[in-house]
T-cell receptor, first 109, second 113 residues
């Protein structure tokens, strides 16, 4: 069965420090991977997807099939990055999204 | 474009009752997915509807059901409510399915007493 693991419930970093939010998955094929973010009092929204290979708000994520990971990184954290981050996976082909349990990022000024 | 709307935003019910939640997708979107969010289990997929047909179903008991109308609006129903059904129920719409960007609604907070 597909599974997404986010090992940290809470991650606190200082403003300007690098950030890495970990995501590991179990899936035997070639999954589609996503990061969704929920800022305080806002809706859950897509941050980025691996197929796009783009940087959004300074965040990047690289799919490592060997380590079955899709970690989210940003070189310099900003206070506005404080939010709940969810990693998600699905089979290509409109199968259900499987979410990790989320990591709360707190950026301290 | 208006975002995904969900009604009602809050509900309080007692055990054994049933409840119906509504979701209006973004105009032009044909896929609507429902998720249950709880502190312990996180976000769990309930079902997805596309063009009035259930295309995917999560691992939930038959008390959870849904439907989609010709205008893509969707409802989910939970019968014989249990205390464990207390959760935030989120719906998300997309143009064609779960591999597209999911646009989430604000959720309906259901409390079962």
């Amino acid at each position: 069965a597909q599974r997404v693991t986010q090992p940290e419930k809470l991650l606190s970093v200082f403003k300007g420090a690098p950030v890495e939010l970990k995501c590991n998955y179990s899936y035997s094929g070639s999954p589609e991977l996503f990061w969704y973010v929920q800022y305080s009092r806002q809706r859950l929204q897509l941050l980025l997807r691996h197929i796009s290979r783009e940087s959004i708000k300074g965040f990047t994520a690289d799919l490592n099939k060997g380590e079955t990971s899709f970690h989210l990184k940003k070189p310099f954290a900003q206070e506005e990055d404080s939010a709940m981050y969810y990693c998600a996976l699905n089979d290509p082909g409109n199968t259900p999204l499987v979410f990790g349990k989320g990591t709360r990022l707190s950026v301290i000024a | 474009k208006a975002g995904v709307t969900q009604t009602p935003r809050y509900l309080i019910k007692t055990r054994g009752q049933q409840v119906t939640l509504s979701c209006s997708p973004i105009s032009g979107h044909r896929s609507v997915s429902w998720y249950q969010q709880t502190p312990g289990q996180g976000l769990q997929f309930l079902f997805e509807y596309f063009s009035e047909t259930q295309r995917n179903k999560g691992n939930f008991p038959g008390r959870f059901s849904g439907r989609q109308f010709s205008n893509s609006r969707s409802e989910m129903n939970v019968s014989t409510l249990e205390l464990g059904d207390s959760a935030l129920y989120l719906c998300a719409s997309s143009s064609s399915g779960t591999t597209d960007t999911q646009y989430f609604g604000p959720g309906t907070r259901l409390t079962v007493l």
